[in-house]
């Protein structure tokens, strides 16, 4: 399968039905399915619907809005991630004090009035932000719009995994989060040493996978679709193993357990320290 470089994705269509089903879910959860934990570190099912309904409307209010962000004094990686960690725990402390139902028509309101924004945008426009976990300080707007579809969708499925509820059946949504979120991989990689024209083949099974390539240039990885006739070392993961680590919902220890690596073993190793959120 001969390498290619991967092309925009566009997502602009899936933040409707996808919010959608969230609200749908979330109006027919009982009060106690709201206090479930999740996977998202001490974060309860309630905490998760608050938190996507921050993002939204702070996507609304500095995207659509033009409002200014507020101030923020960043001078390393570290330092925006606490930034946004911080904004993050205050939101969700503060929203303890609404009910689920509030919560709930908040959400449906915003995620509508999101998905009409989301769906006007250009996809060649300069991005609102840069997609810092690919290690981008400007970004494309189709990579910005992806970005915040794969927050949604992995959300959401967190909600679903704590309440027992089944996944979205389509694959498409699954599947752009997937080609969104590999994106960052060169980036996961940039301390990685191998010799200009190694390849990292990555092979992720299931309706929603695809098949990926990252060689090694001369200072940087760069990735390919497809897969080369003989790479260095040949990576193989299931769709559901692959979202779970890039989004921070599998261990390490549970991800190697999963994933088949042929070749150098270091090099396939790395894979387990990538994450398409910020961490």
């Avoid at 500095?62 to 925006?80: L, N, Q, V, W, Y």
């Avoid at 969708?153 to 979205?168: E, F, K, N």
């Avoid at 299931?238 to 991800?255: G, H, I, P, R, Y």
Wanted: aromatic share 8%; proline share 6%.
């Amino acid at each position: 399968m001969p390498l290619t470089r991967p092309v925009p994705i566009d997502t602009r269509a899936l933040f409707r039905p996808v919010s959608s089903g969230v609200v749908t879910l979330l109006r027919g959860l009982p009060p106690e399915s709201w206090e479930l934990p999740t996977v998202a570190a001490s974060w309860a099912v309630r905490d998760i619907v608050a938190h996507l309904l921050d993002t939204t409307l702070r996507r609304l209010s500095f995207h659509r809005d033009g409002m200014t962000p507020p101030p923020r004094a960043i001078a390393s990686e570290r330092d925006f991630v606490e930034f946004i960690n911080a904004l993050n725990a205050q939101w969700v402390t503060s929203t303890k004090r609404l009910s689920p139902r509030v919560l709930t028509d908040l959400y449906a309101q915003a995620s509508r009035e999101s998905a009409d924004w989301f769906e006007s945008l250009p996809l060649d426009a300069p991005a609102l932000f840069p997609v810092s976990w690919a290690g981008e300080h400007d970004s494309a707007g189709w990579f910005d719009i992806g970005r915040e579809f794969t927050e949604l969708w992995h959300h959401q499925q967190q909600i679903r995994m704590a309440v027992g509820a089944d996944a979205l059946a389509d694959a498409r949504y699954l599947g752009a989060v997937i080609d969104i979120a590999v994106r960052g991989l060169p980036h996961a990689f940039r301390d990685v040493s191998a010799d200009t024209g190694h390849t990292v083949a990555i092979d992720i099974n299931g309706p929603s996978g695809g098949r990926w390539t990252l060689q090694r240039e001369q200072h940087r990885w760069s990735l390919w679709c497809g897969m080369p006739p003989a790479a260095t070392t040949s990576l193989r993961l299931n769709e559901d193993t692959a979202w779970k680590l890039l989004f921070n919902a599998l261990s390490n220890e549970d991800a190697a357990r999963t994933i088949q690596i042929d070749g150098r073993a270091d090099l396939g190793r790395a894979l387990l320290r990538a994450r398409s959120v910020i961490v």
